[in-house]
């Protein structure tokens, strides 16, 4: 699976911003897809997850009620919209991918910068 995310920048906090993610290869419903985040000096933690039907979605909780993972299966293109964004979140982002009876993440995109300025 190769992963390809697009639509970092630079906002002001309680902005938006909305991160994609093109995804091509293998049969890409065996997969879970998800978006993880890199702070400065932090390790990297996990933002939300969906499968390809849109009915398991997962987030974390310091996102929920602000970000919105969805996918376009006709693209094979996973979204994150963010919404209310705050200084925390300023982070390099990841998009990510795991077979579903897998419990590794193994297949992972270059990441796009996110930096939310107070």
């Known amino acids: 699976v190769q992963l390809q995310a697009f639509g970092g920048g630079l906002v002001q906090a309680g902005g938006s911003l909305r991160l994609s993610c093109a995804a091509s290869?293998?049969?890409?419903?065996?997969?879970?897809m998800g978006w993880f985040r890199q702070a400065p000096g932090k390790e990297r933690e996990f933002v939300a997850t969906?499968?390809?039907?849109?009915?398991?979605?997962v987030y974390a909780d310091s996102v929920k009620g602000r970000f919105t993972i969805s996918r376009d299966s006709a693209r094979n293109t996973v979204l994150l919209q963010m919404n209310s964004l705050k200084p925390e979140d300023t982070a390099v982002y990841y998009c990510?991918?795991?077979?579903?009876?897998?419990?590794?993440?193994?297949?992972w995109g270059k990441g796009t910068l996110v930096t939310v300025s107070s």
């Open positions: 969906i499968d390809w039907s849109g009915g398991y979605v």
């Open positions: 290869g293998r049969t890409l419903s065996r997969y879970l």
């Open positions: 990510a991918a795991r077979e579903v009876y897998v419990s590794t993440w193994n297949y």
